[in-house]
């Protein structure tokens, strides 16, 4: 009588445990510790290509060492980044990307203090691999190649070219998140990696009218024509615009300043993984390596285009 009693009293909790079991199945939730979901995880670790390329940007732009000096646990053993160098900055400037740099690695260890992650990819920050971004820009060779380690206007013109990539990657990310710990991780992500970009721009914004030397072409033309590239490569219609636009293309169509990058009401545009991959590896293709990542980006959303 006893058993038959224990056994009726225990049999809601092995229904229970049944509907549990059945609703979410071992390895639905890829992050154990906050309980997120695999497709959330994938979402999280994806921007990990470009905070890793951030981080080695500004860290040697501005100290001349990076994340194997500065947080040698983050990179995963992952490959040194090819061609990246200490550049030739005012103190002011300077002093800004070295707060983006300390603020890039906050969010390497955010990321995967949530996710397991990724080692750091090969990364070629080279000189000649901004000059091949600005050449297929201009569409010409400009002479001398660009270096954006040669000066203040040089390396903010190479800072447009990335870092508003990830803040669209953020904006298109969140929407398809499923759990709160991963919506909050991306808010706080997206926030700093926003205020990184309105930084960056207003920084050329004052100087949009200046000539870049030798070329004889001013910032706002050289921030139009890369936003131009990566509509181009993103294949996805505008998703970016320079610094100084038609002031019907403006804010409320009233104004052709814009140095903040929104659509029609002033919202931020959002890319996918593979419009971001396209721009990234300077193709068009997300199938095709290349640009700042010759053996291609990292984690199961990038991996699951080149197989």
Known sequence: MA????AA????????????????PPGSFASSKWKIPQPDVDLLEFPLNLEFLEAEFFLWGSLGYGLDSIAPELTG???????????KLSHPVRDVVAQFAFQEVGHLRAIKNTVPGFPRPLLNLSSESFATVINSAFGRTLWPPFDPYANDINYLIAS????????????????NLESPS???LVAGLLGVESGQDAVIRALL????????????ITVAEFTDRISYLRNQLGHAGVKDEGLVVRAS????????????????????FGRTPEEILRIV????NENKTGGFYPKGADGRIAKSHLE
């Open 3 to 6: 058993s038959s009693t224990s």
């Open 9 to 24: 009293s225990n049999s809601p909790v092995l229904i229970l445990s049944l509907f549990i079991f059945l609703i979410f």
């Open 77 to 87: 053993n992952g490959p040194a980044p090819i061609g990246v160098k200490y550049a």
């Open 160 to 175: 447009y070219v990335i870092p508003y990539v990830g803040l669209t990657g953020y904006v298109g990310a969140n929407p």
């Open 182 to 184: 991963a919506k909050k």
């Open 205 to 216: 914004f004052e100087r949009a009218y200046v000539m870049v030397k030798p070329y004889g």
């Open 249 to 268: 293309e403006g804010p409320e169509g009233r104004i052709s300043g814009n140095v903040l990058a929104g659509d029609k009401d002033s919202l931020s």
């Open 281 to 284: 590896y300077g193709s068009g």
